[in-house]
């Protein structure tokens, strides 16, 4: 309601000009751009490039806008958008990108005999010009044929990049062994990070959680028999330690109940982790080498 109140003064104060509404749109796959003024000329809208950012889509609308009062000659227009990005871009003058400067271009044309104001207006408020300029935009993505405007580089650039995550995440998919892949299947997925971790203690759970200690992975470097686990009699892995081995039970629970290394590094802080690391005496090479030392006396016996 105050969002109207106030656009109705804008709407006062800005009586004697010509105006439009502007709005781009983009779903999953299609862009479309679209204005609509206040006399009776008809709207327009157009589909644009399915590889254009609502961004680009937004700017494209003040560009309909503005060919639109170039043609007709006011001696005096106003364009209303709910595009932030889009007003602060021009305002920005950032001319290296080629939308910003062609709508510049256009302005420096107009500008001998026509005075244009740009106005942010906020979205889904109910502002009936809003509403109908962007359901004349969803509507443009149903449109068959699109634009052949030039995509900008950096839409481009975020494609590409999408494109080389989905192969990513495919070759990764294959990794099933893996160690990292049982906590981590999609790639794009953030863990559990907590910024209260001194240095040591983002090495320590690092390394634990890529499923590489000093204590697992000496024998390796040694060409020695892999470690195995008394009290449990299993091979000795990372994961046997976080989450299964028997006779860190009591110490584990104080910590975190979790049994599986998907849910570990989500629900559990990182801090937690490292306070249970500490409580076993596996925090840290040194403390790792002499648990190792512990388990081959162990085990000659």
């Known amino acids: 309601m105050v969002f109207r109140q106030e656009f109705a003064q804008l709407r006062e104060k800005y009586a004697a000009y010509k105006e439009a509404f502007t709005d781009g749109s983009k779903n999953e796959k299609v862009a479309a751009a679209s204005f609509y003024p206040k006399d009776p000329d008809k709207p327009d809208q157009t589909r644009l490039n399915d590889d254009f950012t609502v961004f680009h889509a937004e700017l494209e609308g003040i560009s309909l806008a503005l060919k639109y009062f170039k043609r007709k000659r006011f001696l005096r227009s106003g364009m209303y958008t709910d595009s932030l990005s889009a007003i602060q871009a021009l305002q920005g003058k950032i001319f290296k990108n080629k939308n910003v400067a062609r709508i ?9 005999r026509t005075k244009v104001v740009l106005v942010w207006i906020p979205s889904h408020v109910r502002i009936p010009g809003n509403e109908k300029v962007d359901e004349l935009a969803k509507l443009a993505r149903n449109q068959e044929t699109h634009d052949d405007k030039q995509v900008i580089w950096s839409d481009l650039k975020l494609k590409v990049n999408t494109h080389l995550e989905q192969l990513w995440q495919t070759d990764w998919d294959t990794e099933v062994d893996n160690k990292l892949h049982e906590i981590r299947s999609n790639l794009k997925e953030r863990l559990n990070y907590d910024k209260r971790l ?88 040194k403390s790792e080498a002499m648990y190792r030392k512990l388990l081959k006396l162990v085990n000659s016996i």
């Open 198 to 285: 001194n240095r040591k203690q983002e090495l320590v759970v690092s390394r634990f959680h890529v499923g590489h200690s000093w204590i697992t992975h000496e024998y390796l470097l040694k060409g020695e028999q892999q470690p195995y686990c008394t009290a449990c009699e299993c091979p000795l892995t990372v994961k046997h330690i976080l989450v299964e081995c028997a006779d860190f039970l009591l110490s584990r629970q104080k910590y975190y109940k979790t049994t599986n290394m998907h849910t570990l590094f989500r629900e559990v802080k990182a801090s937690q982790i490292s306070d249970y690391l500490k409580e076993i005496g596996l925090y840290g090479k």
């Open 104 to 112: 510049y271009n256009l302005l420096a044309k107009m500008a001998p």
